[in-house]
Nanobody, 128 residues
Framework: QLQFVESGGALVQPGGSLRLSCTPS????????VGWFRQSPGKEREGVSC????????HYGDAVKDRFTISRDKAKNTVYLQITNLKPEDTGLYYC?????????????????????WGEGTLVTVSS
C-alpha cells in the first residue's frame, strides 16, 4: 500500500520545538508536492504547509506561519516540518499527503482536493 509514514511527534512543553518527518512507503517523492495537515481534538482537519517538488515553492497556514518551516531532503526522500515556539493549540495529529498538482494556497485549504497517500499521522501534544 502506498502511503506516507509520519514520525517525530511527542509530548512537549509550551515554547518547545519539534521536527516532524514524512517519508513515503513504496514511492519516490520527486514528482509530488507534499503537504502537512493536522487535526486537533474536536476540530476539522487543517492545512498547515506544503512544498513543491521542483521549484521550492512553500505555503503556510495563517495560524502557523513564522513558527513552522517545511523542507524536503531529496536524497533521503523525506519532507520535514520544523515547529518552534509550540503552543497548546498546536496539539493534534499531524499528517502528510502528496499531490501532483503542485503546492499552492489551495493545496492546504479544505476540501484538500487532489491529495493522496495519507499516512496515519504522528501525535503532537503541547502541555505543561
Amino acid at each position: 500500500q502506498l502511503q506516507f509514514v509520519e514520525s517525530g511527534g511527542a509530548l512537549v512543553q509550551p515554547g518547545g520545538s519539534l521536527r516532524l518527518s514524512c517519508t513515503p512507503s513504496g514511492f519516490i517523492l520527486d514528482f509530488f508536492a507534499v503537504g502537512w495537515f493536522r487535526q486537533s481534538p474536536g476540530k476539522e482537519r487543517e492545512g498547515v504547509s506544503c512544498i513543491s517538488n521542483f521549484d521550492d515553492i512553500r505555503h503556510y497556514g495563517d495560524a502557523v506561519k513564522d513558527r513552522f518551516t517545511i523542507s524536503r531532503d531529496k536524497a533521503k526522500n523525506t519532507v520535514y516540518l520544523q515547529i518552534t515556539n509550540l503552543k497548546p493549540e498546536d496539539t493534534g495529529l499531524y499528517y502528510c499527503a502528496a499531490t501532483g498538482n503542485g503546492c499552492s494556497q489551495q493545496t492546504i485549504t479544505p476540501p484538500f482536493y487532489g491529495l493522496d497517500y495519507w499516512g496515519e499521522g504522528t501525535l503532537v501534544t503541547v502541555s505543561s
